[in-house]
């Protein structure tokens, strides 16, 4: 079993509709989560970082953290086409430590 | 956010020669790069982590002889991949962390394609 669970999709949704990204966890120990997006052939680009369980919101994006469950979420509101891309989980369980990542959710959004 | 650049973009080379990679933060220190490889359709695959001005830390199953990582500066780590084969053909990241007070962040380079023929 991995470290961190992922659908990778892909995960097709019209424009407009909440896109809900998930990934869950077996390491207790991870304190520090974040959510890339990658797009084709492009380097990981950091859309949310959380550290411990709650909530956070940046623009379209919020992010959820539930240590209990082992389980984060990441939504997309008002989704848009540039949104599709795959979006990539990543946990540590100390600040500057090696991530571990998920394998990745591929999302389209279509027009 | 913070910059980290990468070059070359893509790279072909022959098999058997040997290829540098450079990653660079632009606007900040860091004192910790990672160099990832990513295959098609695939998550990235973490190789080795490098601090700036000791030995490298390389993941179970990458061969340090081949991928040879310096990191010689708070801004530069360079990843060599040396006497190439098509097998290493791939999309090599690196990433650095940017400490803001408590908080430590890796921003990732726009990775490096690399094909060997």
């Known amino acids: 079993q991995k470290e961190v669970e992922q659908d990778p999709g892909p995960l097709s949704v019209p424009e407009g509709a909440i896109v809900s990204l998930n990934c869950t966890y077996s390491n207790s120990a991870f304190q520090y989560f974040m959510w890339y997006r990658q797009y084709s052939r492009k380097g990981p680009e950091l859309l949310m970082y959380t550290y411990s369980s709650g909530n956070k919101e940046d623009g379209r994006f919020t992010a959820q953290v539930d240590k209990s469950s082992k389980y984060i979420s990441l939504f997309i509101r008002d989704s848009q086409p540039s949104d599709s891309a795959t979006y990539l989980c990543a946990m540590s369980g100390a600040a500057g430590n090696k991530l571990t990542f998920g394998g990745g959710t591929r999302v389209l959004v279509k027009p | 956010g913070a910059v980290v650049s990468q070059h070359p973009s893509w790279v072909i080379c022959k098999s058997g020669t040997s290829v540098k990679i450079e990653c660079r933060s632009l606007?900040?220190?860091?004192?910790?790069m990672f160099w990832y490889r990513q295959f098609p359709k695939q998550s990235l695959m973490l190789m080795a982590t490098?601090?700036?001005?000791?030995?490298?830390?390389?993941e179970q199953g990458v061969e340090k002889d081949k991928f040879l990582i310096n990191h010689a500066s708070l801004t530069l780590s360079t990843l060599t991949v040396t006497s190439a084969h098509p097998e290493d053909s791939s999309f090599y990241i690196c990433?650095?962390?940017?400490?803001?007070?408590?908080?430590?962040?890796?921003?990732f380079g726009p990775g490096t394609r690399l094909l060997v023929l």
């Open positions: 490098s601090n700036e001005g000791s030995k490298a830390t390389y």
């Open positions: 990433s650095a962390t940017e400490l803001a007070g408590v908080k430590e962040t890796q921003y």
């Open positions: 606007d900040f220190q860091a004192t910790t």
